[in-house]
């Protein structure tokens, strides 16, 4: 068997959960001869299994014994991966030197460099690097011609995929499940991880049924020895339920993954989320023993590089409900700059809330909104709408609230705006709104504001339009107007000034005018929008003269 088969054959051992049986042989392989692809693949397979510092011993062997630039960046690809979990093991060099051999290598799309362009992916992606995933991600296809059909296919796939969510681009990840899941072979165990991560990407898109759907879908993990793939699965479902803030399901999920209290079993970034996860179950039970129990397990991790950024994430947590203000402003901070630096978009999006939750308590209401509202705008372009719900959740006890999503319609507005929306449809002014329903005028005008930012439009005319005809009813049927006048009626309606009527109609912006005036006498109207309104109630103006 060639080496790319020998690769071959492990991946399919790893996606199909024999991940043992692959050691072994790989074992016996590198005892025969000193392989050192053997060591490498040993390597893979200690890191699959949780054996992290085995990993690490294996990706040494094979190092020492590489000749060639192919077997020496797979087992550079190897130690990185090994490294993810290892607490005494650093990805660099080992990390830079496989991607720069990859990037030089003349046949980068083969089965060989493919292989190795996935683990490079899967090592950074673990690590917590996801801007070096997402370099990997595209500078090549991650199956290609090379692995199409192969079980592990999928696993590929579904590594683009992890990577665009973690970073942030949600919108990105959703348009990548169809094809992962068209990689995936009917009945395989690689149908978990392609639900599961479709799971963690509708979590983090706001779509509480749709995380639901896949939690149906995803086959149960049983009991017993677990391997990368199994935590991989109840974890990325531990993640999408967070995300939509089903805190009980996702602690659930997080002590299935991990066997343990300390999460052994799990990468490092793993280890470090999930007991986040723990703290944030334990903080809304307002259990604070509970709460610092799991921080002390997290706190171990603190000096490593990868868990840093979420260790002083949690600490901000912590430190606010205890009252030390200033300390968690902190800390959320230097999380936040972590998280950007290494491209961990949906942490950093985490660690903005959590600053703000923080700021909010010391007095800075203001500047939190206004940072969390730019939060949210770039968030909302992503498609990570999951912090849309965090953020309002976040302002709304400092009697705050966000812009509606623009474009949202009546979906995006609130009871009180509904109904003013409906008076501003009836034709009412903001004075006479202010009187009917007992507020002051500049409260009328910020909710106005708000009804024509979520249908997207910058007039009352354009909410008009927006809303579409039979939905405003008349006081009484208008008199008909000629054909001509009906066309500036209908176009007026439609938001258009003088100038654009006068360039749609060819005639000139003063026969414009006394276009409009008659309208406005024939229908005893006082103005455009009532013109625009009394159109959309009857299209009265399509009857003629």
């Not at 014994?65 to 990185?80: H, I, K, N, Q, Y």
């Not at 720069?100 to 690097?129: C, H, K, M, N, Q």
């Not at 200033?326 to 942490?347: K, N, P």
């Not at 006068?502 to 009532?530: C, M, P, Q, T």
């Amino acid at each position: 068997m060639d080496r790319a088969g020998w690769v071959g054959e492990v991946f399919a051992h790893l996606g199909h959960g024999t991940a043992p049986v692959a050691a072994t042989e790989c074992a016996a392989a590198w005892d025969a001869d000193r392989d050192p692809v053997a060591a490498a693949l040993a390597a893979v397979c200690g890191f699959w299994q949780g054996d992290f510092a085995g990993a690490t011993a294996w990706a040494e062997r094979a190092l020492a014994e590489s000749g060639d630039d192919e077997t020496r960046a797979l087992a550079l690809a190897a130690a990185a991966l090994a490294s993810a979990g290892d607490p005494d093991a650093r990805p660099e060099p080992a990390w830079s030197t496989a991607w720069a051999l990859l990037e030089a290598a003349p046949d980068a799309d083969s089965a060989w460099w493919t292989s190795i362009r996935y683990l490079l992916a899967e090592s950074a992606l673990v690590g917590a690097r996801l801007a070096d995933a997402q370099r990997v991600v595209a500078s090549g296809p991650m199956v290609g011609t090379a692995w199409a059909g192969h079980p592990f296919a999928a696993m590929m796939v579904a590594c683009a995929v992890r990577t665009a969510v973690f970073s942030g681009q949600i919108d990105r990840a959703t348009a990548l499940i169809e094809p992962m899941r068209a990689a995936t072979e009917p009945g395989s165990r690689l149908e978990g991880v392609v639900e599961a991560v479709a799971g963690l990407v509708l979590g983090n898109a706001d779509d509480a049924s749709g995380v639901s759907r896949s939690r149906e879908l995803t086959p149960v993990v049983g009991d017993g020895d677990r391997d990368f793939v199994d935590r991989g699965v109840l974890l990325l479902l531990a993640f999408g339920a967070i995300a939509i803030g089903d805190i009980p399901t996702a602690a659930r999920l997080v002590f299935q993954a991990g066997d343990d209290g300390d999460l052994g079993a799990c990468t490092i970034i793993d280890r470090a989320l999930g007991l986040e996860m723990l703290v944030v179950a334990a903080l809304a039970e307002e259990d604070l023993p509970a709460a610092e129990t799991w921080l002390a397990n997290l706190m171990t991790l603190a000096e490593h590089p990868t868990s840093a950024p979420t260790v002083d994430r949690v600490r901000s947590r912590y430190l606010l409900v205890v009252g030390d203000v200033e300390a968690a402003v902190a800390a959320a901070t230097a999380s936040i700059e972590a998280c950007r630096a290494q491209g961990r978009g949906i942490e950093a999006a985490e660690g903005e809330i959590v600053l703000a939750r923080a700021r909010i308590a010391g007095n800075d209401v203001a500047g939190a909104s206004r940072d969390l509202r730019a939060l949210v705008n770039a968030s909302d372009a992503s498609g990570h709408r999951a912090v849309r719900r965090s953020a309002a959740s976040t302002l709304q006890p400092a009697r705050r609230r966000l812009p509606p999503v623009a474009g949202g319609g009546w979906e995006a507005l609130s009871e009180r705006e509904r109904e003013i929306a409906r008076c501003v449809l009836d034709g009412l002014e903001v004075d006479q709104i202010a009187t009917d329903l007992f507020l002051s005028p500049a409260t009328v005008r910020t909710h106005v504001s708000r009804v024509l930012c979520a249908f997207g439009v910058p007039t009352r005319i354009g909410l008009l339009a927006a809303v579409g005809e039979g939905r405003v009813a008349p006081a009484s049927v208008p008199t008909p107007l000629s054909p001509r006048q009906s066309e500036v009626a209908r176009l007026v309606a439609g938001g258009a000034s003088n100038q654009q009527v006068a360039d749609e109609l060819g005639i000139s912006v003063k026969g414009v005018e006394k276009h409009v005036g008659d309208i406005l006498e024939r229908w005893n109207a006082g103005s455009r929008f009532e013109v625009a309104r009394i159109w959309w109630g009857s299209g009265a103006g399509q009857r003629g003269a």
